[in-house]
């Protein structure tokens, strides 16, 4: 019976797999994705109130869903490498975003009705081929579900202050863009946005929204602050 009550609550990832991604950039995202999988299933295991679901949406020059998936149950997600190469726009990911984040009735993963908000990471090293990013934004923006979803950002070994607003302009004020400023700590950094605001986002039903958020932004920062000797 519990199985049938739980809530969906969907983790949606967008990867930057870009030329200049390869080598230690995108081992990290693979090995952070493999273990993400694994802490997740038991997180769901020990909670009675969610499923965890997964969509990765690899980019460079075009974009994709990974396994050809819009969204895959946990247990299920069966992880391939990312590999890097190609340009990176930014802009076919957000466009495969606005489609993962309307309703299930409208070709989308989100609930028609109820529903829990989404958590979604951005990561990237490098300047959007295109640029603005207006219009794919006010799509985004027009969508219900990005305007709850918790919004992280990660710039990685980032200089580009353009890019660095791309990012800001994503999060908006559901998030925080988090610097990565050595390739060697990004898996941590990974799986602590992730596996930390998950597990705070599935134990506190019944909160408000904006305070779900504040509560889960301070123990991300927390995480963060620790990377050094953090354990999960």
């Not at 993963?109 to 990013?133: S, V």
């Not at 605001?197 to 134990?203: D, E, F, H, R, Y």
Request: with cysteine; glycine share 6%; proline share 2%.
């Amino acid at each position: 019976m519990d199985k049938i009550a739980k809530q969906k609550l969907n983790v949606i990832m967008l990867v930057d797999k870009s030329k200049s991604m390869q080598g230690k950039r995108i081992g990290q995202v693979n090995q952070a994705l493999k273990e993400i999988k694994q802490h997740l299933i038991d997180m769901q295991d020990e909670n009675t109130n969610v499923d965890f679901a997964l969509s990765i949406i690899p980019f460079s020059t075009e974009a994709e869903f990974l396994n050809n998936q819009l969204s895959t149950e946990v247990q299920d997600f069966d992880f391939c490498d990312i590999k890097g190469g190609g340009w990176s726009n930014l802009h076919l990911a957000y466009q495969k975003l606005a489609t993962l984040l309307k309703k299930q009735s409208q070709g989308g993963i989100m609930a028609d009705f109820g529903g829990i908000a989404p958590i979604i990471l951005l990561m990237t090293d490098g300047h959007p081929t295109k640029y603005p990013l207006k219009e794919e934004m006010n799509l985004l923006n027009s969508l219900p579900w990005f305007n709850v979803a918790l919004r992280y950002g990660v710039a990685i070994e980032l200089k580009d202050e353009k890019t660095h607003r791309v990012l800001k302009d994503f999060v908006g004020d559901n998030g925080d863009v988090i610097d990565c400023v050595n390739a060697d700590t990004l898996k941590k950094i990974i799986q602590i946005v992730v596996l930390t605001a998950s597990k705070v986002q599935s134990k506190t039903t019944g909160v408000k929204q904006q305070s779900k958020k504040q509560q889960i932004r301070q123990c991300v920062q927390q995480g963060l602050q620790e990377v050094d000797d953090w354990e999960w």
